[in-house]
């Protein structure tokens, strides 16, 4: 035992004992920021100084006591010395920070206000360390860090994950997330213990702001207690959990009951714990499709529901198979799926916020729990968990979505089965490259969940090429040419994508002749385009072209304004050629005399195509940009489109009764519309009902390219 005297005080206490814990023990309260009971003591704050009557302050997590050691906590130079460190600690601070705002419990600042201190003497960084808003669990703000190494130690020493570690030296020192990733890409797996380790705002709860699902007689919020019996918690902090009470619940659906509805928008996922789930579409699976002839001119067009047998469209794409937002496609003939105990769907409404793709029904009395992205990224980021998904989605999907690349019909179930066991199921955050230009070709992809841009970089700038959601691939052109890649490919949103490593696709187009002519076939058109886009940026000076939106479009309505007269006659056309809902209004931009329209451009950077929750909105080769048959009329594509150039028209059809299954009544369903160019006419009705001649359709890079001085 030694004994020695603190502020007056003797105290007795075992040998190795640091002054700081000899204090605690007498009562005797020293400020501190980066030691916490029960942690390896490691002195960076140095708020803990005391005077030991040695030349300089000792900070007392690290120094042991001494006999007949006389210790002083809180005299005039020693409570200076911790004033001034809090300055300097509170330069660097953004005050208030996140903490601060949302708890009201920021460490830093209260010792701030504890001591006096309400302006620093010394000035802030110049140089920001910014924010990562990657995770969807916890918000980093590397500016709120004061490195006192409370979420390493909390990350490595309690929860043995060892994501956490310091980079840098000096000025440029900081925390990272395993090689200084962005913590979303990084090898966490949202157990929070770094969060409630934080002193500051550094690292906070990113809940769900204003929204918690709400509890009533077919549901229960879920203590934290229970959710840790949970294996799929295993190892989360409980604390953390508590932090997201009220963004999971435990809901029972009834035999028949409704769980989500195709359209609606929503942001929580559902997993089933127990019971059956009937997944389905009941929109009607046809096209918009404009009946009649010029004959008594436009009051005998209408717009009718045609099925695909009796309207068939070149170049259908997927086969047979409608993406959904859950673990199992739908056929097209029957779109209609069972769930079970341990799938999951809405997963991508939950993370990005889109349309629910299908309606779930329940088809026995079903026991589910609804949770928020948050909590969905705590179930994503458990092994257990997320390999129980990918092995679900091995076994019931990815046949389906091989399947449904045309090209991949020859493949053997052997070879599908070989696929099943040896692709990688990768996933990639909001922003994330996933290919670079002129990078080596390594791999083929399929689109999973999420979208992919597709683009190319030139001088002047980036272009856009495509965007690729669920059942769409990417990569042949590296891997069939050169072995290097041709365009970048980056996630728009929370995207998960099937790789196939070159191995297995050099086996793949070896072992099938048909599939590598398929594959040969549509690099080769792919190619086409992109030099016909190249062409066009090259050949048209572009200043105002450009900052009008025009050159993304490939077909124009103009209306000349010297000689329009403003008589209505194309809108009214359109109205009547569409059932009184017009794809035309008499505005838009204006370009030298010409008045552009909103009318569909058929753009060839489709921002309408980005997020539908089934895939039918595409575009052919030709690029015209179309909808497909199993449009579910959700409307995000028309929410989309920058220009207003998408409707949506109402159709009665006799369907299943929502609310009584296996009755039918008349319902109304929308279906999502754009300019046809009516092509059941021999030129479009606008063009043709104007009575003097200012409705055009054209192609604005050869009609505009002489006003601009091109070729």
Partial sequence: ??????????????????????????????????????????????????DTGARVFSASCVRPVE???????????????????????LADHPSPCARQQQSGDCELEALGRAAGIKEPRFSKRTLARGKDDSSLAIAVDHDACILCDRCIRGCNEIRNNFVLGRMGKGYAAGVAFDLNAPMGDSTCISCGECMVSCPTGALTNKGIVGTVIAAGDDAQLIEAEELLHLPVFKGISGTFLELNRGAIVKRRVRHGEIICREGEFGSTAFYLLEGKARVSISSPIAHVKTEGGARGFFKRLTSTLAVRDSDAREEETRDRTIPIDASVDLAYENPVAELGPGDLFGEMTCLNFYPRSATVRAETDVLAYEMLRNVLDILMKNKTFRAQLDQNYRRRALENHLRGVPMFADLTPDFIEHLKESVELVRYAPGQLIARQGEPAESFYLVRIGFVKISENYPGGELVLAYLSRGDYFGEIGLLGGGVRTATCTALDHVELVRISNEDFRQMIEQFPAVRQGLEKVAAERRAQNQQRLQ?????????????????????????????TRCDACVNACADAHDGVTRLIRDGLRFEQYLVATSCRQCRDPLCMVGCPVGSIRRRNSLEVIIEDWCIGCGLCARNCPYGNINLHPFEVVAEDPDRPGRKRAIVKQKATSCDLCTHLKEPSCVYACPHDAAHRVDPRTFFAPLLGGK
């Avoid at 006999?67 to 600690?89: D, I, Y």
Wanted: proline share 6%; charged share 20%.
């Fill in 1 to 50: 035992m030694i004994d020695l005297t603190i502020d007056g005080n003797p105290v007795r206490v075992p040998a190795g004992t640091s002054v700081f814990d000899a204090a605690r023990m007498k009562g005797i309260a020293i400020p501190t920021l980066c030691h916490l009971q029960n942690e390896t003591p490691v002195g960076v704050c140095r708020l803990c100084v005391v």
């Fill in 536 to 564: 066009m940026v090259e050949s048209v000076p572009i200043d105002q072209f450009l900052s009008q939106g025009l050159m993304e479009a490939q077909s124009l309505l103009i209306l000349d304004l010297e000689r329009c």
């Fill in 67 to 89: 006999p007949g050691m006389n210790v002083v906590t809180n005299s005039e130079k020693v409570q200076s010395a911790r004033r001034t460190l809090l300055e300097l600690l």
